[in-house]
């Protein structure tokens, strides 16, 4: 079974950038709806952003306008671009089918601190 690979993460200050990277080993993207969780500690897992196979994007309303999902079909990548971060955006984060259908990796950990 597919295991994505996240990468990117790190400390970042309030007002920072960070992009993260989700990589497959087959190509997944192109025929699958997929998108980026984070979960902080004691807190459930969130979805924050998904695209389509068809490159439509949708975002969670706290983080619209700031993160943007995009993908790279030829790269089997995904990636998260990362602005305007938060305290509040501190979490792990994860990549996955909208479906769950692949296995969840180790995700990325991101810290938003000054």
């Known amino acids: 079974q597919e295991q994505l690979v996240e990468s990117g993460g790190g400390l970042v200050q309030p007002g920072g950038s960070l992009r993260l990277s989700c990589r497959a080993s087959r190509s997944i993207f192109a025929f699958d709806d997929m998108g980026w969780y984070r979960q902080a500690p004691g807190n459930q897992r969130e979805l924050v952003a998904t695209i389509t196979a068809g490159e439509d994007t949708i975002y969670a309303d706290s983080v619209k306008g700031r993160f943007t999902i995009s993908k790279n079909n030829a790269k089997n990548t995904m990636y998260l671009q990362m602005n305007s971060l938060k305290p509040e955006d501190t979490a792990v984060y994860y990549c996955?089918?909208?479906?769950?259908?692949?296995?969840w990796g180790q995700g990325t950990q991101v810290t938003v601190s000054s």
């Open positions: 996955n089918a909208i479906s769950f259908r692949y296995t």
